[in-house]
């Protein structure tokens, strides 16, 4: 029995290939600079924004 390919397969394969794992690297850079100790302040400062009175 023969595989069909479709652009369903295709595309499947596409995304489970490369996409997922680019995301996967995206978002584990995105954690590590949030986790970063020099950007706590900046951090801190961002979220006592909508508190301050101006």
Do not use: C, H
């Not at 595989?3 to 850079?29: K, R």
């Not at 954690?31 to 909508?50: C, E, G, S, T």
């Amino acid at each position: 029995m023969k595989a069909i390919l479709t652009v369903q397969n295709l595309a499947s394969d596409f995304v489970v290939t490369w996409w997922t794992p680019v995301f996967v690297g995206v978002f584990i850079a995105i954690v590590a600079y949030a986790l970063r100790p020099r950007n706590k302040a900046l951090f801190d400062a961002a979220a006592k924004m909508p508190l301050r009175e101006d």
